[in-house]
C-alpha cells in the first residue's frame, strides 16, 4: 500500500514537471511552428479541421432546429423594411405630383386675375346621370361658399352647390341642371352651355340665331352671378342644324371628370374680364415651302448659245444673214453698227 502511494505521488510530480516544462516552452516559443506547441497543432490540426467540416453544418441545423422562427423573422423584417421604402417612394411621387399640379392651378390663376382657393377632390358624389357632383376638402372657414366657380388646370370644373366648415360639395358642368353663360373666341357672340349629355359632351345654344356656329371654335365663360368670366369651357366639336341654322353645337370639355384630383375655387373676382387669356395659344398650320427652281447648268467649254457673242467676233446684221451661224461670226474685229464686211 506505500509503495503504490509513493508511486502514484511520482507519477505525478512528473506529470507536473512535463507540463511545466511544456509551458515554459510555450511561452518562450510564442506561436511558432519549431515550438512545441507548433508540433502538437502539426499533428491535431488535420484531425480538428476535419472534425470541424463535419460538425459545423450539423450545428447549424441543430441550431434552427431549435429557432425555428429566426430566419422567418428576418424575412418579414426584410419584407417590412422593402414595403416601408416603396411608401416613401411613392410618397415622393405624390408629392412631386401635387406640386406640379399646384404650379399649374398658379399660373391659370395668375393669367385671370383670380383669387383661389386650393382643394383637392375627396369623393364623388352621384354620378348616376342625374347627379353629377364631388366633394373638395375646403369650406366655409376657408372662404369657399355657395356659387362660387371652381376651376382647375385645364379649365371650368363647375360650381359650388352646398358647403360645410370644412367641405364643400360641386356641381359639375355637365350636370344635367347646369346652365353656363359662354363666349366664342373667334366671333366673341354670346350662348349658353348646359349638361346633360353625359361627363365628356356638353351641348352649346347660340343666343341670335342669325349667326352660325362653326367647328372648332373654343369657348369661355362671359361671366355672371354664379360664374367669374374667362376661364375655358371646351371645344365645338359638332354642329347641329336646328331649321336650318346652325346655332346649336356638341362641345367636348377641357376638363376631364376621371382624373379631377386639385381644384381651385375662386373667392375673388377679377377687376377686369381677362378676354381670352386663359386659352392655349392655337397650333400655327405649317405650309410647305414652294420648290427651288432648279439652277442654271454653266455651258460646256468650246460651245456657243444662241445669242451670245464670242470676243473676237463680229456681230452680223440682216444682209449677212444665213451666211454665218446665227448671232455669231469667226473671224474679224468687233465692228458695230455695220453690215458685211465690205
Known sequence: MGRDTRRSR???VALLIAAFTLITLDYKTGRSASGARGVVHSVLGGVEAGVTAVTRPIGRTASSLGHPNRYHDRADRLAQENAGLRRQLADNAAVGRMSKQLGELRL????GQYSIV?????AVGDVSGTDWTVTINAGRDDGVDVDKTVLDADGLVGT???????TAAVRLACDPGSRVGARLERTQLLGAVAGGQGPSTLTFTLYDASYRVQKGDRLVTFGSMDYVAGVPIGVITKVTDVGGLSRTAEVKPFVSVGTLDLVGVVVGRPAADPGDRLLAPQPVPTTQPAPAAPAAQPPAAGTTTPGTIVPGTTVPDASTAGTTTPGTTTAGPIRSGQGGTG
Do not use: E, W
Open 108 to 111: 391659370i390663376a395668375d393669367k
Open 118 to 122: 386650393p382643394a383637392r377632390v375627396i
Open 10 to 12: 511520482l507519477v505525478i
Open 160 to 166: 359650388v352647390s352646398s358647403a360645410t366648415a370644412h
